[in-house]
Each structure stands twice: as C-alpha cells, then as structure tokens.
C-alpha cells in the first residue's frame, strides 16, 4: 500500500510535457586493453564528406567521442593508445578538408592509462560516424545542418543522436527503446506503468493543489498534445559541453505544486525524472514549498539547490546532492591529489638546438609552459636549450619549439624621396649715370678732350643743362639725376640699352635694363632596406654639420664645437599578413643644410618627415604623402610721383614678378624575398 501510495504520489505531482532525450557517450575504456600507439593519420575526400583514418595496430580499447560548441568541435578520446612522434605537426596540418577547420592532437593523460586526444574544429551541421577495427579508427564526415551530431558503427555500443528515437503513439504501450550495432533500433518491455487516474481530486498528504492526468491506457501515459517526446537515456559520463556562455536547460518539462515538503524527498522526485540515482549527504534537511509549471527538471533542480545553500555532482548516472562547502573543499581535495599525481614521475632530460630563434627569446615562452618541476638551461655558444620535464610535458614543448624555430621572410623596402623646385623671375629697370666712366663711358670727337659736347667743359657729366651760352664762356649749368641705383635701377640685369641726347646745352642719359630667369631642379633620393618581419630596419645618409658655441656667452670665452645632423633616414617595421600583403611602420625623415641662409657662417636645416602605417600588397607602391608649395610675387621700385606718370613713368621705377614652385613626393614598394 505505502509503495502504490508512493507511486501515485509521483504521479499526481508531475505532468509530462516532453521527455528529455540525451546523448550517449561510449561506454568506459575495456579493463584489461593492451596499450597501443598511433603510426599515421590521412584524409581522403568522399564527394562533399571526407573520411580520416588513424592508423592504431592493435587497437582494443573503446574509444569516446564528445560533440563541444563555441567553435563546433567534435573530440575523439582513444584509451590506451600513446600519440607517439610518428605524426608531426606537419601531417595535422595537411588534414584539410571544406568540413575540418583545424585538428589538433596530443597525449590528453598518460595515468593510470594513456589517452590520446583527436579534437576537430568542424563546420556547423557536420555529421560523423565512427568505425573501428583492429588496424585503428575510420571517422567518416558528411555536410548536413541543425546542430553537430556523432555516432558509432563496427564493433561497439553507438552514439545514438538525438533524433534516432521515434515518438511513439500514445494509445500505445509505454515501451524502451535501445540500440545496437548489429541492426536497426529494437523494442524491449518497459517496467509496470503507473495506474490510470480519473479527474478527481486526492487528498495526498503532501499534496498542496489539484493534480489533473487525463485518463490514460494501463500501459501508457497521455502526454499533451503538440508534444515531441522523446524516452530519457542516462548520461554514462560525467563530461559537460564546454564553451557556453551560461546553463542551457533541455530536461523534461514539468509541472508541480507542492508545500511544506521534506527536499529529501522532493530530490527523489526529480531523480525518478531524470532518470538518475540519487546519494544524499546527511547534511541535506529542510521542509521548503514548490510550484513550478512546464519547467525543465534539471532547472528545477538548480533553482531548489541553490535555494537550499546545497550543490550537486552528476557522473555516470548517479546524481550526489551536498553542502557547496563540503563539495568545495572535495573538489580541491581532489585537484590537489590530482596536481601530486600529475607532477610524480621519472623526469626526461632532451636538448633542442634552434637554428632561426635565440634561445634566450624562447626561454621566456617556455618557462610558462613547463610544470613546477619543469627546468630549461640555456647554452648561448651553440644555441641550444636543455630541458628537463615530465614526459607528457616534454612533447608539447617539443611541439612548441618546432613552431617558434621556424625561418622568417624578410621584407625588401625601397622608398623614394623626389623634390622638384621651379623658380621663374623678370626684373626691369632704368639706370641713369652720373658720370661718364665705368661701364657706361662715352667717348668721341668734337671739343679739345677728345669727349662729346658736355654742358660743363670741365666737369662733364651725364645728365644736366647749360643755363648759359656757351659762346659767352658762362660756366653755370645745372644736373640731374631722375633715379639713383637701386630704386629704378636692377641689381643684375641679362641686358642694358643706351639712350643718349647730348648737346652743348642740354644732356640726358638713360641706360634700360631688363632681367628674366627659369630654372628647375629636381632631386630624387632612394633609400633601400632589408630586414626580417616584423624587426625594425634603419637606413640613415647624411653628414654633420659643426657649429661653435661660446661657453658663458662672453667675449674671451672657451668656443666649442656642437655638430647637428642634416640626413636622410628611414626607420620601417614591416609585418606580413597572412594574405600576403604588408603593414608597415614608417618614418621618413630628410633634413638638409641651407647655405643660402646661414648665422655667423652656420647653415639653417631644411627638414621634411613624415610618419604614419600603410597596408601594401607584395611589389605595390605606396604614395605617402605629397606636398606643394606655390610662391607668387609681384614688386614696384620707384620715384614717387615721377613713377606714375603716364607713358614716361617707366623710366622712373623697377619691376619685379617672381614665381617658384616646390614639390615633395615619397614613394614605398616592399617587396617579400623568397628563398
């Protein structure tokens, strides 16, 4: 009586919506299997699939497979099996295929029993189907979609996926399904089903509301409509999906409504639900109440703990339900036992010589990588580390080195510094002498001093008027001078035209000048480096240019000699990307000396630089920058007044226009020198 009251307790209180289905996992590794070592793996594409072997001779031991998220991996255990050497880095990175994104292999444990690990980073909807046989494992990989499933075919127990099971009528008999690999899925017997129930309400003594079953066959439960059951399967392992970002819930949904229930008893409930054993620690006590409607159990069983300050362990079935500090202090009780149990050992001694990499680089790397017993000594004369480990820690720092001592493509860069200056001047002006010498002198025939007619016999100059008559011997005349040097006149005029009016009376003189330049100057430097990727390179050209400098800015005082530099440098880092193309950190700098304007004898320093990063292609050119400089200029130089006559206002003033133009262009072109 007290059994059937139990039963219909359970009954009353929960109300299927769905019956969770979840992965199988293999069965534990055969006690007794000989140890075996994996000799090769290979990749043969299969239309849209591919199927990869790993070629493992005497394989006896069952091996495991586990489908992760957050990248889709499916992983592959092989119990008793050693990785060995056999298969480099080299082979793993020739299983390509469109459905594996990457496989990664290693000696996942080596006590009490080895277990090589196979991980593949796989595209979503990927399927696998394992086969094993005595020479090794065959994992066959087809396209599909929906989420990443896997499978056993061959010798073993399958990994059923979860929509190989076939919702059953519910007129029909509460049945089990099971699987095996000798055939399609079979139907075995289930236990008793539960009584049927009408829609009355029982006064159960732990029940607090009215529990409602629609009526049912003796054999089979009602399950409501629009459902997806599925029958529970009992999870073997005590594995968890890494890499989510919080609990994902997928348990039976239910519905209960219970108060001042013992949670010893309420825990047995969800157990019978999820079909789990259930331990509980003495610890576990209380009276609480619950109400829940469509609810995953597994939610309802974390919602109840953690209202009850108590924590849960779930492996191979069973689930273990006690106080978190208790479970706490077990935990690290076990990852203590586990750290001495990985840290015991003989310890292996290997030497590496590298080859590309300096032994004190790849000392920083590995030294986070060894265990605590773990050592690495450096020999610099022949570059070569010494290390000594645990064995399972030996190989993945021998993989390790074997990635990092790898030669490194170097990078050619040639930058090209081009200046172009363009000066353009015309100058004209007039002179007028003051005397006859120099470069301006006239001479001729017609008085006693050999001289043309002046207006003063004896202090002839250019410009002037006789006031008197020259017959009545007067000596009184009058000069002028319309425009001294430099203000009609240029400093360097291309060409000169006399104008001359003499007379014994009256004399004017006027020299016309005019000037017009064009010139163009074009300057290219082309600095070339080579260096590796990503190490900066430096290439510098140029001089130092002596200054003095007086000590205590007194007369008298010691004079030392300071030296500036007028170079051109360029500083890269370049960086190859994976697609081939160049980054790279640039600075280029050209500072000259300007003799054309100098302090005490010291020239100034022209510089031009430009720093910035830039992305090229392999053999493409980069225009960094440019820069262009337009000067126009436009002068008047004259006597006032008489400059701004109409017509004649030429002869008293200069005119100047002046255009220059300065262009700078810096060009980039890296190229990757392959041996």
Same mark, same amino acid.
């Given at each position: 009586?007290?059994?059937?009251?139990?039963?219909?307790?359970?009954?009353?209180?929960?109300?299927?919506?769905?019956?969770?289905?979840?992965?199988?996992?293999?069965?534990?590794?055969?006690?007794?299997?000989?140890?075996?070592?994996?000799?090769?793996?290979?990749?043969?594409?299969?239309?849209?699939?591919?199927?990869?072997?790993?070629?493992?001779?005497?394989?006896?031991?069952?091996?495991?497979?586990?489908?992760?998220?957050?990248?889709?991996?499916?992983?592959?255990?092989?119990?008793?099996?050693?990785?060995?050497?056999?298969?480099?880095?080299?082979?793993?990175?020739?299983?390509?295929?469109?459905?594996?994104?990457k496989a990664r292999l290693a000696q996942f444990a080596t006590e009490p029993k080895p277990i090589t690990r196979l991980v593949l980073e796989v595209t979503a909807g990927t399927q696998v189907v394992v086969r094993t046989s005595p020479e090794g494992v065959q994992l066959h990989l087809t396209p599909g979609s929906g989420r990443i499933q896997a499978q056993f075919e061959g010798e073993f127990q399958p990994v059923v996926p979860a929509?190989?099971?076939?919702?059953?009528?519910?007129?029909?008999?509460?049945?089990?399904?099971?699987?095996?690999?000798?055939?399609?899925?079979?139907?075995?017997?289930?236990?008793?089903?539960?009584?049927?129930?009408?829609?009355?309400?029982?006064?159960?003594?732990?029940?607090?509301?009215?529990?409602?079953?629609?009526?049912?066959?003796?054999?089979?439960?009602?399950?409501?409509?629009?459902?997806?059951?599925?029958?529970?399967?009992?999870?073997?392992?005590?594995?968890?999906?890494?890499?989510?970002?919080?609990?994902?819930?997928?348990?039976? !949904?239910?519905?209960?409504?219970?108060?001042?229930?013992?949670?010893?008893?309420?825990?047995?409930? +969800?157990?019978?639900?999820?079909?789990?054993?259930?331990?509980?620690?003495?610890?576990?006590?209380?009276?609480?109440?619950?109400?829940?409607?469509?609810?995953?159990?597994?939610?309802?069983?974390?919602?109840?703990?953690?209202?009850?300050?108590?924590?849960?362990?779930?492996?191979?079935?069973?689930?273990?339900?006690?106080?978190?500090?208790?479970?706490?202090?077990?935990?690290?009780?076990?990852?203590?036992?586990?750290?001495? !149990?990985?840290?015991?050992?003989?310890?292996?001694? +290997?030497?590496?010589?590298?080859?590309?990499?300096?032994?004190?680089?790849?000392?920083? &790397?590995?030294?986070?990588?060894?265990?605590?017993?773990?050592?690495?000594?450096?020999?610099?004369?022949?570059?070569?580390?010494?290390?000594?480990?645990?064995?399972?820690?030996?190989?993945v720092v021998s993989d390790l080195i074997d990635t990092l001592d790898v030669q490194i493509q170097q990078v050619q860069i040639e930058a090209r510094v081009v200046e172009a200056n363009k000066n353009w001047q015309q100058q004209f002006g007039v002179k007028w002498p003051t005397s006859n010498s120099g470069s301006v002198a006239i001479t001729g025939s017609g008085s006693s001093t050999s001289n043309p007619p002046w207006v003063g016999?004896?202090?002839?100059?250019?410009?002037?008027?006789? &006031?008197?008559?020259?017959?009545?011997?007067?000596?009184?005349?009058?000069?002028?001078?319309?425009?001294?040097?430099?203000?009609?006149?240029?400093?360097?005029?291309?060409?000169?035209?006399?104008?001359?009016?003499?007379?014994?009376?009256?004399?004017?003189?006027?020299?016309?000048?005019?000037?017009?330049?064009?010139?163009?100057?074009?300057?290219?430097?082309?600095?070339?480096?080579?260096?590796?990727?990503?190490?900066?390179?430096?290439?510098?050209?140029?001089?130092?240019?002596?200054?003095?400098?007086?000590?205590?800015?007194?007369?008298?005082?010691?004079?030392?000699?300071?030296? &500036?530099?007028?170079?051109?440098?360029?500083?890269?880092?370049?960086?190859?990307?994976?697609?081939?193309?160049?980054?790279?950190?640039?600075?280029?700098?050209?500072?000259?000396?300007?003799?054309?304007?100098?302090?005490?004898?010291?020239?100034?320093?022209?510089?031009?630089?430009?720093?910035?990063?830039?992305?090229?292609?392999?053999?493409?050119?980069?225009?960094?920058?440019?820069?262009?400089?337009?000067?126009?200029?436009?002068?008047?130089?004259?006597?006032?007044?008489?400059? !701004?006559?109409?017509?004649?206002?030429?002869?008293?003033?200069?005119?100047? !226009?002046?255009?220059?133009?300065?262009?700078?262009?810096?060009?980039?072109?890296?190229?990757?020198?392959?041996?």
């Amino acid at each position: 009586m007290n059994a059937r009251l139990s039963s219909l307790l359970v009954a009353g209180g929960v109300v299927l919506a769905g019956i969770h289905t979840g992965s199988l996992h293999a069965s534990p590794v055969l006690e007794g299997a000989a140890k075996a070592s994996l000799l090769s793996t290979s990749l043969e594409a299969d239309g849209a699939g591919a199927t990869l072997f790993l070629r493992v001779p005497g394989l006896a031991s069952q091996p495991g497979v586990q489908v992760l998220s957050n990248p889709h991996r499916v992983v592959l255990d092989l119990p008793g099996v050693d990785r060995g050497a056999l298969v480099t880095r080299k082979e793993l990175a020739q299983l390509v295929h469109p459905l594996i994104q990457k496989a990664r292999l290693a000696q996942f444990a080596t006590e009490p029993k080895p277990i090589t690990r196979l991980v593949l980073e796989v595209t979503a909807g990927t399927q696998v189907v394992v086969r094993t046989s005595p020479e090794g494992v065959q994992l066959h990989l087809t396209p599909g979609s929906g989420r990443i499933q896997a499978q056993f075919e061959g010798e073993f127990q399958p990994v059923v996926p979860a929509n190989s099971f076939r919702t059953q009528q519910a007129s029909a008999p509460s049945q089990a399904v099971s699987t095996s690999s000798a055939g399609p899925v079979s139907v075995a017997k289930s236990l008793a089903p539960l009584p049927g129930a009408v829609s009355t309400f029982q006064a159960l003594p732990q029940l607090l509301g009215m529990t409602i079953l629609t009526a049912a066959a003796p054999e089979a439960i009602q399950l409501p409509e629009g459902s997806k059951p599925n029958l529970p399967v009992a999870s073997h392992t005590g594995t968890r999906t890494l890499g989510e970002g919080g609990p994902k819930y997928s348990g039976s !949904k239910i519905t209960i409504a219970l108060a001042n229930t013992d949670i010893r008893e309420f825990l047995q409930i +969800i157990a019978d639900t999820g079909k789990l054993n259930l331990v509980l620690d003495p610890d576990v006590q209380g009276t609480y109440g619950y109400r829940f409607t469509e609810t995953p159990w597994d939610q309802v069983l974390d919602v109840t703990l953690k209202n009850a300050g108590l924590g849960k362990e779930i492996q191979n079935g069973v689930l273990r339900v006690a106080k978190i500090e208790k479970l706490q202090k077990e935990e690290e009780e076990r990852k203590k036992l586990d750290e001495t !149990k990985a840290l015991a050992g003989d310890l292996q001694t +290997i030497t590496r010589p590298l080859s590309y990499a300096k032994v004190g680089d790849v000392q920083k &790397i590995l030294k986070d990588m060894l265990s605590k017993r773990g050592s690495v000594i450096l020999d610099d004369r022949t570059n070569t580390l010494i290390i000594t480990d645990l064995p399972r820690h030996i190989s993945v720092v021998s993989d390790l080195i074997d990635t990092l001592d790898v030669q490194i493509q170097q990078v050619q860069i040639e930058a090209r510094v081009v200046e172009a200056n363009k000066n353009w001047q015309q100058q004209f002006g007039v002179k007028w002498p003051t005397s006859n010498s120099g470069s301006v002198a006239i001479t001729g025939s017609g008085s006693s001093t050999s001289n043309p007619p002046w207006v003063g016999p004896n202090a002839p100059f250019w410009n002037g008027v006789n &006031i008197n008559n020259p017959d009545s011997k007067n000596q009184a005349w009058a000069a002028f001078t319309p425009g001294k040097d430099g203000s009609t006149s240029i400093a360097a005029p291309s060409g000169e035209l006399w104008l001359s009016f003499l007379s014994n009376r009256f004399s004017i003189n006027a020299v016309l000048q005019a000037m017009e330049s064009e010139g163009t100057l074009k300057i290219v430097s082309s600095p070339k480096v080579v260096t590796q990727n990503n190490k900066k390179a430096t290439i510098l050209s140029g001089e130092k240019i002596p200054y003095p400098t007086q000590q205590g800015g007194a007369s008298g005082g010691a004079i030392t000699v300071a030296f &500036i530099d007028a170079n051109l440098q360029l500083d890269v880092t370049p960086q190859i990307t994976n697609e081939g193309t160049i980054i790279m950190d640039l600075k280029v700098e050209k500072a000259e000396a300007d003799f054309g304007r100098t302090v005490n004898g010291t020239p100034t320093i022209l510089r031009k630089s430009i720093e910035t990063q830039v992305l090229v292609r392999d053999g493409g050119t980069a225009v960094l920058g440019g820069v262009y400089i337009t000067n126009t200029a436009t002068g008047t130089n004259g006597v006032p007044f008489l400059s !701004k006559i109409p017509l004649i206002g030429f002869l008293f003033r200069n005119n100047t !226009k002046q255009d220059q133009n300065a262009e700078l262009l810096i060009f980039i072109t890296p190229r990757i020198l392959r041996q």
